[in-house]
Structures are given as structure tokens and as C-alpha cells.
């Protein structure tokens, strides 16, 4: 009697590993085109030498772009949203990388940002994607600390104390990289299902990793 266990889609969990592969898929893809599109609005704010008022509001607009993305992250025109989003957000970043690139070892600096980022993502997704761990536990603890840093960030606007700044970067960078494990993780246990919301929710991770790595390395380096 013929297996048709192999060829049959319904076999119970062969559906929603599919589904769950699709979702991964098209996240990552979806990710490297966003990431990509909004590493050349950065270079075109630098080129234009973008001024920093201009990259505030853009910031803001970025803010509402965000909940767009999510208000049509079920509809075709979520595609266009978030690549709108993602554009802005890198537009928004090129003044910060003109003031870093124009110290002394700032490019080098920059290189090195990218680079640990790259690292600190491709290892978290991949330990993540060869162990299958279920990081879900982690959502509590992880959505605490960012309150508690964004706390922090808006008292030190008025305090300006350079050990809380740099404290908050780390703290930032670690709460990030617990988040590439908590939405991976979400992914591929089938608790995000919506490709695009799981590719602006990754590259918000991969965005405040860069930004606070820099600054951490600028700090390190003496030129901070």
C-alpha cells in the first residue's frame, strides 16, 4: 500500500511548516530590499548634505509612516509603505552619519558599526533558525527594558550626562539583539505570520543596533 503520507499536504503540521518557510522567506527578502533602499536614501541625505532640522521631521515622519505600515501590513499597499517607511528612516539617519564621517577615523568607525551589526544579526538569526529555541518568554522583559530606556533617554535630554548616554547604547544594543531572537523566534514558531510586519519589526532592531553601536564605538574610540 502506497505512503501517501509524503505527498500529502495535510498531513498534520506539513501545512503550517509551509506556511511558516513562506513567511521566513519572504521576510528576509523583504528585509534585504527595505535595508538596502534605505542604505541609499542615507548616501542621497549625505550627498545633499541633508541638514539636521530637515532629519527631525523626517524622523516624525517616520513615526507615522510606522503605523501605516501596520494599518496596511494585510493589503497590497503595505509593500509600498514600507518601503516609504524604510526610505524616510534612512533619509532621517544621513546628517547623523555626515557628523560622524567628517572625524577623524569616522568612516572606519561607520565600517566597524556596519559591520558588528551585520555580525550581531546574522548570529542571532542563525542560532535562532539552527535551534528552533522558542524566545517568546523573553517579549516581558524585553518590552520593560525599552520603556525604561526610552525614560531614560527623554530625562537625559535635560540631564546631558555622557555615562547615561553611553549606558543607554548598551542597554539599547542589548535589548535589540534580545529582539532579533524574540521576533526570529516568533517567525518560525508561527507567531508572526504577516511577512511584512515581521520585516519592519526585524529591520527597527537592525536600525537601533547601527545607531547605538556607533556612538559606543565613536565613545570607545576617544572621539566622543
Known amino acids: ?7 500529502d499536504l495535510n498531513v498534520p503540521g506539513m501545512e503550517s511548516a509551509l506556511s511558516t518557510n513562506k513567511v521566513l522567506r519572504n521576510t528576509y527578502m523583504l528585509l534585504a530590499m527595505t535595508l538596502t533602499f534605505s542604505a541609499a536614501m ?15 521631521i523626517l524622523m516624525l515622519v517616520g513615526f507615522g509612516l510606522l503605523f501605516a505600515v501596520h494599518r496596511m501590513a494585510d493589503t497590497s499597499k ?6 516609504a517607511f524604510t526610505g524616510v528612516m534612512g533619509l532621517s539617519i544621513g546628517p547623523m552619519l555626515n557628523f560622524y ?22 548570529s542571532l538569526s542563525a542560532y535562532t533558525l539552527t535551534t528552533r529555541k522558542d524566545f517568546s518568554f523573553l517579549g516581558g ?12 533617554m527623554i530625562a537625559n535630554i535635560f540631564l546631558q550626562i555622557p555615562a547615561l548616554s553611553l549606558s543607554m547604547s548598551a542597554g539599547i544594543v542589548m535589548i535589540m539583539s534580545g529582539l532579533i531572537l524574540y521576533d ?19 529591520y527597527l532592531n537592525i536600525y537601533n543596533i547601527f545607531i547605538h553601536l556607533l556612538h559606543l564605538l565613536t565613545a570607545f574610540g576617544g572621539d566622543d
Do not use: C, H, W
Not at 1 to 7: A, E
Not at 44 to 54: C, D, M, T
Not at 141 to 152: E, N, Y
Not at 190 to 199: H, P, V
Open 1 to 7: 500500500m502506497q505512503d501517501k503520507g509524503i505527498y
Open 42 to 56: 542615507a548616501g542621497v541625505a549625505i550627498a545633499i548634505n541633508l541638514p539636521q532640522g530637515a532629519a527631525l
Open 78 to 83: 503595505g509593500i509600498y509603505a514600507i518601503f
Open 101 to 122: 564621517l567628517s572625524m577623524p577615523g569616522g568612516p572606519a568607525l561607520v565600517l566597524q558599526a556596519l559591520g558588528g551589526t551585520a555580525l550581531i544579526f546574522f
Open 141 to 152: 522583559f524585553l518590552m520593560t527594558g525599552l520603556l525604561v530606556m526610552i525614560v531614560a
Open 184 to 202: 526570529t523566534s516568533r517567525i518560525i514558531n508561527g507567531g508572526e505570520t504577516n511577512y511584512i510586519r515581521a520585516t519592519v519589526s526585524l
